[in-house]
């Protein structure tokens, strides 16, 4: 398998991975400047030329995969017999330095409706690295013409039509997903709510709505939910920046991806877990 595809499934199955890859080459070496190496948690692809340079660098890697918002790094090695690493010697007679890039899981995040505001903020959250669930149980809100304006996203746009059950979706979302809910009809709103509590391994969960609307809902959400004052308090409405107070769709979205990337920030500083408690929920 080639590195570009390596780094294609990393993505794909949001594992976190490094491409480490021989930045410069001074005498003999096993490999040129520009071969590459991809090191995910438990396989590898690609070569950097093997020996103590290339478990050296393996052993870094998997360091910087469990390792909360890892920066690139080089590493030097000198290639003779005087120096023993800690897989061996290798005596080619050169020096190489290796450049280790770490390829992080990017945030996921899925907007159940995407109307005026879902639109807009559709629109903002695809010009940033991230997987973009786009959820709408109307077609026509999801039709090609209309998402148009995401053809040149920078996100990963994935689009879902549930006709029926929109919660539904939300078993079929990554680990730790942020959710927000701000569909047409607030009886759907209000079941999205009920299902993503019951749903471990979700990311954040925000609602869009008045403070009559929240007040309607923590309510059923207690007596007919069945769900305790501390699960409740994980969905966060009103949603957005504070302060902010426009009510134009654009003005919203905006104040709402910003809150949301504030978020993003905390979780870059959390401690890197490995968890399969969402796994039973995944397709």
Known sequence: MSWVAAVARLRAGREPGVLVTVATVRGHAPRRAGAKLVVGRTETWGSIGGGNIEAVAIDRARELNDTADPEP?????????KVTGRHGVQCCGGAVTVLLEPLPVVQAVAVFGVGHVGLELARILAR????????????????????????????????????????????????????????????????????????????????????????????????????????????????????????????????????????????????????????????
């Open 73 to 81: 790094e080089l590493m030097e090695f000198a290639l003779n017999d």
């Open 128 to 283: 940033h690295h991230l997987d973009l669930h786009l959820i709408d149980t109307r077609p026509d809100m999801l039709a090609d013409e209309r998402l148009g304006v995401l053809a040149d996203a920078v996100a990963q746009v994935h689009v879902h039509h549930t006709p029926l059950l929109p919660e539904e979706a939300l078993t079929q979302l990554p680990p730790g997903t942020h959710v927000l809910i701000m569909t047409h009809d607030h009886a759907e709103d209000a079941a999205l709510c009920d299902a993503a509590l019951r749903i471990p391994g979700l990311g954040s969960i925000g609602l869009i709505g008045s403070s009559a609307k929240w007040a309607r809902f923590r309510h059923r959400l207690s007596t007919e939910g069945g769900h305790d004052p501390a699960t409740i308090d994980r969905i966060k409405t009103p949603i957005g920046m504070t302060g902010i107070t426009g009510k134009e769709p654009a003005t919203i979205a905006l104040s709402v991806a910003a809150d949301l990337l504030r978020t993003f920030e905390q979780d870059s500083r959390l401690p890197v877990l490995t968890s399969t408690a969402h796994a039973a929920h995944l397709p």
